[in-house]
């Protein structure tokens, strides 16, 4: 069978199994996580809360430092972050997370101060620790770090590690179903979504427990209850 005939059969499967980030950087990107992207199973996760919250928490998402030597590292690492943060938007890990368009993490002092003195519960940031792009026929990788601070104590309640890469192999595939389907073909991008979505479920997890069980669970309110049956007379 023709090359092109087999692609046609298959792109509705690569279809579900692709990963994109939409070229409009004006809105929330849109990110398919794919099969494409090589990492552990679980994300490193050094520090997590023990409890719950009782009701679902803000948060203020700094864009990612970019304190590698490499040229314009800090539009680099802003749009890398646009992409992480679209990725928790699509998971909705907070009900409400802006993003700090011009203020990348620089210290956990200065975001804590930053987002409370907003009005946010929580301080979203971190680093890349490594950005290795390969381009189109060579193999891609990300590392990342990733912190939130409760802003009323100032403490640090999440400290989460993860990496991935995408090799030359996958790297070919990917390269030819984005170009066919008129999508951007750098392959960090996808890295960086696919780590977003593994760092983001615990986290989603955590912020929304107590909530979830108040709806499975609801309590009945002292004013609904019905007036006790009166006794029939002796």
């Given at each position: ?20 980030v939409s070229p409009d950087l004006a809105q929330p990107p849109t990110v398919y996580v794919d099969e494409y992207v ?128 995408m090799s030359a192999d996958l790297t070919r595939d990917y390269f030819l179903f984005a170009t066919k389907n008129r999508l951007p073909t750098e392959p960090v991008s996808a890295i960086v979504a696919a780590l977003a ?38």
């Amino acid at each position: 069978m023709p090359r092109r005939a087999v692609f046609l059969l298959l792109a509705p499967v690569l279809l579900l199994a692709a990963c994109a980030v939409s070229p409009d950087l004006a809105q929330p990107p849109t990110v398919y996580v794919d099969e494409y992207v090589h990492r552990d199973f679980f994300p490193q996760i050094t520090l997590a809360p023990a409890n719950a919250p009782m009701q679902p928490q803000t948060a203020l998402f700094f864009p990612l430092a970019n304190r590698l030597q490499m040229r314009n590292a800090a539009h680099v690492g802003r749009e890398l972050s646009r992409v992480f943060w679209g990725s928790w938007l699509k998971l909705k890990v907070f009900d409400t997370l802006p993003f700090l368009d011009n203020e990348p993490w620089k210290d956990s002092a200065t975001a804590v101060a930053r987002a409370r003195a907003a009005g946010f519960d929580l301080a979203v940031g971190g680093e890349f620790t490594y950005l290795l792009f390969g381009g189109s026929a060579g193999t891609s990788t990300v590392s990342l770090r990733l912190e939130i601070y409760d802003t009323a104590s100032g403490e640090l309640i999440w400290s989460m590690a993860h990496a991935g890469s995408m090799s030359a192999d996958l790297t070919r595939d990917y390269f030819l179903f984005a170009t066919k389907n008129r999508l951007p073909t750098e392959p960090v991008s996808a890295i960086v979504a696919a780590l977003a979505e593994d760092l983001g479920k615990p986290v989603r997890e955590w912020n929304w427990r107590e909530e979830l069980k108040r709806k499975k669970n609801p309590q009945p309110s002292p004013l609904d209850d019905p007036k006790p049956a009166a006794k029939p007379r002796q």
